[in-house]
């Protein structure tokens, strides 16, 4: 089955830790992104990667950082700077990230709860 | 700059009832594409439909319609005869030509009543 898969699906912290959230997609999709949402919220964009090696900041991208070194894979670290990180993190991908046309599709989600 | 406004924040209706969504935009973009997405209280959000500035031509899906209107900047969702499993929570969402991002509004929530 093709899709985007994010572990794992709850994830406690202590404060003061850095913690990494999964992202894996085998939709063979160029662009990947990272949301955060809050309660009662729209998705707001963290980061961006339109190809391998590549990434760019969202709109709320202090405190987070994101690697891309695989077409497949676009790992989100949650960083001890990140002054409220509880939230629950949704991942995408889309075929081009360039195109107009582009839609993105999403993952499950991780609901991260700092303790 | 670009914006979504969904006005409603939380819609009760009872079952088989129509109900709509509404959504407005804002974009100084000629070439555009508007998205709806679901959120079930399982937290994914499901893709249902993805439409382009020069298609004005409403759209039908089964018991889904979007009505898109560019005179009003609005592209509006209506379920039909709804059904418990409509309850979610629904994003209308833009991306215009000049940017990499989708611009998603704040949701709507909807309950259908048993």
């Known amino acids: 089955d093709g899709g985007i898969t994010q572990s794992p699906k709850y994830l406690f912290r202590k404060e003061g830790q850095n913690v990494t959230l999964s992202c894996e997609q085998n939709l063979n999709h160029d662009a990947m992104y990272w949301y955060r949402q809050d309660p009662g919220q729209g998705l707001r964009l963290i980061y961006y990667?339109?190809?391998?090696?590549?990434?760019q900041k969202g709109d709320i991208a202090e405190g987070y950082s994101v690697s891309r070194e695989k077409k497949e894979s676009f790992p989100l670290t949650v960083t001890s700077a990140q002054k409220n990180p509880t939230a629950f993190y949704l991942c995408?991908?889309?075929?081009?990230?360039?195109?107009?046309?582009?839609?993105?599709?999403f993952g499950p989600g991780t609901r991260l709860t700092v303790l | 700059a670009q914006k979504v406004t969904q006005a409603q924040t939380e819609i009760s209706v009872v079952e088989k009832e129509d109900v709509t969504l509404d959504c407005v935009y804002e974009?100084?973009?000629?070439?555009?594409?508007l998205f709806w997405y679901k959120q079930p209280p399982s937290g994914e959000l499901v893709f249902l439909i993805r439409r382009n500035s020069f298609d004005e031509q409403n759209e039908i899906s089964g018991r889904y319609s979007w009505n898109f209107q560019k005179s009003t900047s609005s592209f509006n969702f209506t379920i039909t005869a709804s059904q418990v499993v409509d309850s979610a929570v629904y994003f209308c969402a833009l991306r215009g030509n000049r940017d990499d991002k989708i611009i998603f509004g704040k949701g709507t929530r909807l309950h259908i009543l048993p």
């Open positions: 990667s339109q190809i391998v090696n590549d990434f």
């Open positions: 995408a991908s889309s075929a081009s990230g360039t195109g107009v046309t582009d839609t993105q599709y």
């Open positions: 974009t100084r973009d000629t070439t555009y594409y």
